[in-house]
Structures are given as structure tokens and as C-alpha cells.
């Protein structure tokens, strides 16, 4: 599977399902390149679109589900396997600088939901994630509206 397809299927799993064009934004991939890669993901019947009246969200079909949901135990198993090398202080002194680094990244709503792409809201949201509480206090203080950013 392409980065590309890669990155839509896992976008769609954490994400939900969603306009094309949102896809793009999310992605920071051209519209052509996502239509491109949504149209092989369909033919592998991993993607479908939804009619939801004006709109048609791609949405992830039950076998695009089980391959994300494979491609995210690929990626948790390789974060594990590099943290495992970690004593326990050493983790709990890693997690306050991902914090800062991740806060350090975050420009816009926009970078915020790039990043965020593939996170798992479960486990990262509201005060626990350090993008989201960024992004949100960009928006705030740019005088935005509130809403979720990441």
C-alpha cells in the first residue's frame, strides 16, 4: 500500500468518514492525488462513498476497517518495541519533552490536524493532548471560534 493510501485509511479510521476535499486538507496532499488513490482503495473495496445529501464522505468499508485497524497494531508494535529499550524513569522523562516537541509543532489548527491524522482520540484527547490544547489556544487567542481542532 502507498504512503498515500496508507495515510487516507488510517485517516478515515481515527477520523471518521469525511469529504475528499477534507481528506486533502488533512493529508496536505493535492486533490488529484487523494481522488487517485481513493480510486484504487474502492477498487480493493477498502473505501466507499456515502450519499448524505449534498455531500458523499468516503467511508471506510468493514475490510478498510480491519486493514486499518492492522496497519495501526504494525505501527503501536514498532513504537513499542523502540520505547522498550527504555527503563521506566527514561519513559516517564521522554513523555514531558513529546509534549514539548509535539507543542513546539503546532502552528495552526490546520498543522494540528495534520499531526493529529493519526492519533487515537481515545487514548490523546482534550488536556492529555498537547496538539489539541495548542491549537486551541491559537484559536483563542487569534480571536476564532472554539471548536474541536484536533
Known amino acids: 500500500m502507498s504512503d498515500t493510501s496508507r495515510a487516507l485509511v488510517e485517516t478515515l479510521y481515527f477520523w471518521g468518514p469525511m469529504p475528499a476535499t477534507d481528506l486533502a486538507a488533512i493529508?496536505?496532499?493535492?486533490?488529484?492525488?487523494?481522488?487517485?488513490?481513493?480510486?484504487?482503495?474502492?477498487?480493493?473495496?477498502?473505501?466507499?462513498?456515502?450519499?448524505r445529501g449534498r455531500t458523499r464522505p468516503v467511508?471506510?468499508?468493514?475490510?478498510?476497517?480491519?486493514?486499518?485497524?492492522?496497519?495501526?497494531?504494525?505501527r503501536d508494535r514498532v513504537?513499542?518495541?523502540?520505547?522498550?529499550?527504555?527503563?521506566?524513569?527514561?519513559?516517564?522523562?521522554?513523555?514531558?519533552?513529546l509534549d514539548k516537541m509535539l507543542t513546539a509543532l503546532t502552528h495552526s489548527a490546520e498543522t494540528a490536524r495534520?499531526?493529529?491524522?493519526?492519533c487515537d482520540h481515545d487514548v490523546c484527547d482534550g488536556p492529555a493532548c498537547p496538539v489539541g490544547e495548542t491549537a486551541r489556544a491559537l484559536t483563542k487567542d487569534r480571536g476564532g471560534h472554539h471548536r474541536d481542532t484536533a
Do not use: Y
Open 27 to 51: 493529508a496536505k496532499l493535492s486533490q488529484p492525488s487523494v481522488q487517485r488513490a481513493l480510486d484504487k482503495l474502492r477498487e480493493q473495496q477498502l473505501v466507499t462513498w456515502e450519499t
Open 59 to 74: 467511508s471506510l468499508t468493514s475490510e478498510g476497517q480491519a486493514c486499518a485497524a492492522d496497519l495501526v497494531a504494525i
Open 79 to 97: 513504537l513499542q518495541q523502540a520505547t522498550a529499550c527504555l527503563n521506566a524513569e527514561e519513559q516517564a522523562a521522554l513523555a514531558p519533552l
Open 114 to 118: 495534520h499531526m493529529c491524522r493519526f
